[in-house]
T-cell receptor
Framework: EAGVAQSPRYKIIEKRQSVAFWCNPI?????LYWYQQILGQGPKLLIQ????????DSQLPKDRFSAERLKGVDSTLKIQPAKLEDSAVYLC?????????????FGDGTRLSIL | QKEVEQNSGPLSVPEGAIASLNCTYS??????FFWYRQYSGKSPELIMS????GDKEDGRFTAQLNKASQYVSLLIRDSQPSDSATYLC????????FGAGTILRVKS
């Protein structure tokens, strides 16, 4: 079974620039999550999709972050404009269904550095 | 009070010893509990899940849950240098919340 795919693996941009990340979940997984992991901290949920609908985006900084999951499969996360504090690893995860009894499986992440 | 608390470590154990990792949580309504292993520069990898009080064993790993005390632990028997990583505790209630992780170092 193929795992969660993410790209790019690394990205370096200057502050105020924009950046986008892509995620393809495990086949058949209805729920997709984007997390932000700052060095030395646990992952923090940014947004959760159930199929192509948003379930929870309460911790997404909506003035600069946006995400979409068209057709209920792939997803993109965008940051515009980036700030220095956005330097982190952005992790995509998926699970069979919503609710938190199902374990989540993570992709390799995108390491973002803001100069 | 943090929602999920872990000792940041590092926890150092000799090869072959038992490593004991602990986690406490604040939401009494939590229903699912996970342990993830994260190697440096890698993504979290699920190693154990537990949903009811008691122990759950899988190979060298045992997860222990005590909902009354809001406490979950992970025991790693016969620790190996390859077990050296950060171990993240994640607790599911109406959302999944991760602790900051405990760094484990197994010395050969």
């Amino acid at each position: 079974e193929a795992g969660v795919a993410q790209s790019p693996r690394y990205k370096i941009i200057e502050k105020r620039q924009s950046v986008a990340f892509w995620c393809n979940p495990i086949s058949g997984h209805a729920t997709l999550y984007w997390y932000q992991q700052i060095l030395g901290q646990g992952p923090k949920l940014l947004i959760q999709f159930q199929n192509n609908g948003v379930v929870d985006d309460s911790q997404l900084p909506k003035d600069r972050f946006s995400a979409e999951r068209l057709k209920g499969v792939d997803s993109t996360l965008k940051i515009q404009p980036a700030k220095l504090e956005d330097s982190a690893v952005y992790l995509c995860a998926s699970s069979l269904s919503g609710g938190f009894l199902q374990p989540q499986h993570f992709g390799d992440g995108t390491r973002l550095s803001i100069l | 009070q943090k929602e999920v608390e872990q000792n940041s470590g590092p926890l150092s154990v000799p090869e072959g010893a038992i490593a004991s990792l602990n986690c406490t949580y604040s939401d009494r309504g939590s229903q699912s509990f996970f342990w993830y292993r994260q190697y440096s520069g890698k993504s979290p990898e699920l190693i154990m899940s537990i949903y009811s009080n008691g122990d759950k064993e899988d190979g060298r790993f045992t997860a222990q849950l005590n909902k009354a005390s809001q406490y979950v632990s992970l025991l790693i028997r016969d620790s190996q240098p390859s077990d050296s990583a950060t171990y993240l505790c994640a607790v599911g209630g109406n959302k999944l919340v991760f602790g900051a992780g405990t760094i484990l170092r197994v010395k050969s």
